[in-house]
């Protein structure tokens, strides 16, 4: 089964600078996608970014961007420039090729400091 | 992306009632999912419910315990039975758009007192 490893329960960060959230995740698979969902207060899960395992280029979205490591099974996300609208949980997320059940790691409480 | 609203976005209920959550998504899905996220945890797949076919459980839930229903390609209800102060949680609707994202209605918070 595939498992999903976030080991920083809390994080923090000043405004205006860079934060890296860590994942790392267990898989016997070859195809699979990886996820970062963001779940502010208002409890809206919110896709952040998307990775697919066959895609050596690492994914960016605006001022989000992964770290991906196959090998080592890591999947880490960087947010640039914080703002306080990114204090939020976290999670990580894997979805095996042709499958829907997507399997989320414990989450990261990221708080942005004004 | 596409526009899910659930209806209740929260409610308190007592032990030993049922409730029954609605997602409605704003395009026609084939697939749609129920999640439960316990306070201060991760989210856990209640099951997958594919229009005009029985919904399939996760391990650790039944259908006596979380019916649900889909009746149509934009509309899903779950209904919590019988409920203990356990089932306290967020539910969570997502629809897979693309056979690999999916996206997520605003939940919606259950306490059981």
């Known amino acids: 089964a595939q498992t999903v490893t976030q080991s920083q329960p809390e994080m923090s960060v000043q405004e205006a600078e860079t934060v890296t959230l860590s994942c790392t995740y267990d898989?016997?698979?070859?195809?699979?996608?990886l996820f970062w969902y963001k779940q502010p207060p208002s409890r809206q899960m919110i896709l952040v970014i998307r990775?697919?395992?066959?895609?050596?280029q690492n994914a960016t979205e605006n001022r989000f961007s992964v770290n991906f490591q196959k090998a080592a099974k890591s999947f880490s996300l960087k947010i640039s420039d914080s703002q306080l609208g990114d204090t939020a949980m976290y999670f990580c997320?894997?979805?095996?090729?042709?499958?829907?059940?997507?399997?989320f790691g414990a989450g990261t409480r990221l708080t942005v400091k004004p | 992306s596409a526009v899910i609203s659930q209806k209740p976005s929260r409610d308190i209920c007592q032990r030993g009632t049922s409730l029954t959550i609605q997602c409605q998504v704003d395009?026609?899905?084939?697939?749609m999912f129920w999640y439960r996220q316990q306070p201060g945890q991760s989210l856990t797949l209640i099951a997958t419910?594919?229009?005009?076919?029985?919904?399939?459980?996760e391990s650790g839930f039944v259908i006596d315990k979380f019916p649900i229903s889909r009746p149509n390609l934009t509309f899903s209800t779950l209904t919590v039975s019988n409920m203990s102060p356990e089932d306290s949680s967020i539910y969570l609707c997502?629809?897979?758009?693309?056979?690999?994202?999916?996206?997520f209605g605003p939940g919606t918070r259950l306490t059981v007192t």
């Open positions: 997502s629809v897979d758009l693309s056979g690999y994202e999916q996206y």
């Open positions: 395009s026609q899905v084939t697939m």
């Open positions: 997320a894997f979805l095996k090729y042709n499958n829907n059940d997507m399997r």
């Open positions: 419910a594919n229009q005009g076919s029985e919904a399939t459980y």
């Open positions: 898989t016997s698979e070859n195809n699979y996608y």
């Open positions: 990775q697919e395992a066959y895609k050596q």
